[in-house]
């Protein structure tokens, strides 16, 4: 794997990639598509100046702030007439964590030993615990050394993207796209090259169309699935072929499978590219905040081949030294033992995606193009008039509080992101109810 990362030329900027907007009619077009930097608030970009005498890094100024916090300040503005805001801006698990992993959490609290610094790459018992599964799930065998443990998944990506690009060097990412994932690039001074994704391919995107996009910069592929923002569940097929893109190419497949805990029922193992032995080109993401509920308590994984976490441990240790102690004291339990509590919240999710599906059919106008695990990707009937717009209308007028499709790249302009996981299902036909008769003045 290290022979194959190996970087060779001079750093540079990429050649432009190519995306697809959509026209009036909503048909996608090709078009040159410069590097995206970003969008800033229009509050950012009339208050935040760095000081006369203080030059801050241009990477860091050229990339777009997060748009959740943006989001809700718009609610702030909502009257209140229909109700209580409803807020689907963020994918936060909608019930809260077992009793008993929040009682393990407060007695590791308590044990002097989680106050310590732990093992760079995490607690031997959490890997253990994590790679035992993974082995279970995938059929091939996961050693404890081949997990990272880091203070989230966003760090992981972060620390993954650095270990695999430098500045001047890129990285595809399917469009539309995480936005942290860009953010991570962005910050590094790292090119992200836009794969597009259309609603009439289900957002799933073509290994062969990154064939032909990809050049000698491009030192990784990102891929998410389930996805966010869209919720699109690629087929193990699909994966197979990115796999094997990136192997041919000598470049890594990141595999992002913060959702996999909410695929539809019977849908257990998402794909086989571990099932002979994990692929020295393959790095996988994980968050255990979505399926444990503890957030707050930032737990991610990465796994990839021996050698690659051991490159991985010394952009670790300059970001976090270690994962913070106490979650994975609690986690290293909660993997085995709530399994059952686990499928059971999967069922849930199942539901509300199932209410979300039923209750934006039925409106008319607005357009559901892709739906799954968290997300529901909607599209909104407002020609000419930006996501950025229509969502800022909607959190004001009617305290609905989505994100807007722009946030998530080029071409997204007629699309909102709605997380419905963090609602009842009952909840999630008041929103459809709120739509229906909405308009832009």
Known sequence: MRRRLERGGKAGRIAPGRTQPEDAEG????????????????????????????????????????????????????????????????????????????????????????????????????????????????GGAVAPEMVAITTGANMASYAVTALLARAGESVMLPVPWYFNHRMNAGLLGVDAVPLPCRADCGFIPDPDEAAALMDERVRAVFLVSPNNPTGAIYPPETLRRFSDLCRDRGIALVLDETYRDFLPGGTDRPH??????????????????????????????????????????????????????????????????????????????????????????????????????????????????????????????????????????????????????NVEAERVAEVAERLRDFRMS
């Not at 997060?66 to 009257?79: D, K, L, M, N, Q």
């Not at 698990?93 to 929040?102: I, K, N, R, S």
């Not at 739906?371 to 009937?381: I, K, S, T, V």
Request: one cysteine or more.
């Open 27 to 138: 048909e996608m077009r090709v078009q040159t598509l410069e590097p995206v930097r970003g969008r800033r608030s229009r509050d950012e970009r009339a208050q935040v100046r760095a000081p006369a005498a203080l030059r801050l890094n241009p990477d860091v100024l050229g990339v777009a702030a997060p748009p959740i916090p943006e989001a809700r300040r718009w609610a702030e503005r909502y009257g209140g007439r229909l109700g209580p805001a409803i807020d689907l801006t963020q994918a936060v698990p909608g019930y809260p964590p077992h009793p008993q992993l929040v009682a393990r959490l407060a007695a590791a609290a308590g044990d002097r030993e989680t106050y310590a610094y732990g093992n760079i790459t995490g607690d031997l018992a959490l890997r253990e615990a994590y790679a035992a599964e993974l082995s279970g799930l995938y």
């Open 272 to 421: 086989d590219l571990a099932e002979s032995g994990w692929p020295e080109h393959l790095i996988q993401l994980y968050s255990f905040s979505k399926s444990y509920c503890v957030p707050g308590f930032r737990a991610g994984a990465v796994v990839a081949a021996p050698e690659v976490v051991a490159e991985l441990a010394k952009l670790l240790d300059c970001l976090q030294i270690c994962a913070p102690r106490i979650g994975q004291a609690g986690l290293a339990w909660a993997i085995d033992a709530l399994a059952g509590w686990r499928a059971e919240n999967r069922a849930v999710m199942n539901r509300r995606s199932d209410a979300a599906r039923a209750a934006f059919a039925r409106l008319g106008d607005w357009r559901l193009d892709s739906q799954g695990a968290y997300f529901a990707y909607l599209r909104h009937p407002f020609p000419g008039r930006s996501s950025w717009e229509v969502a800022e209308a909607l959190a004001v007028e009617r305290g609905v509080v989505t994100l807007p499709g722009e946030a998530f790249g080029p071409g997204q302009e007629r699309h909102l992101r709605l997380a419905f996981a």
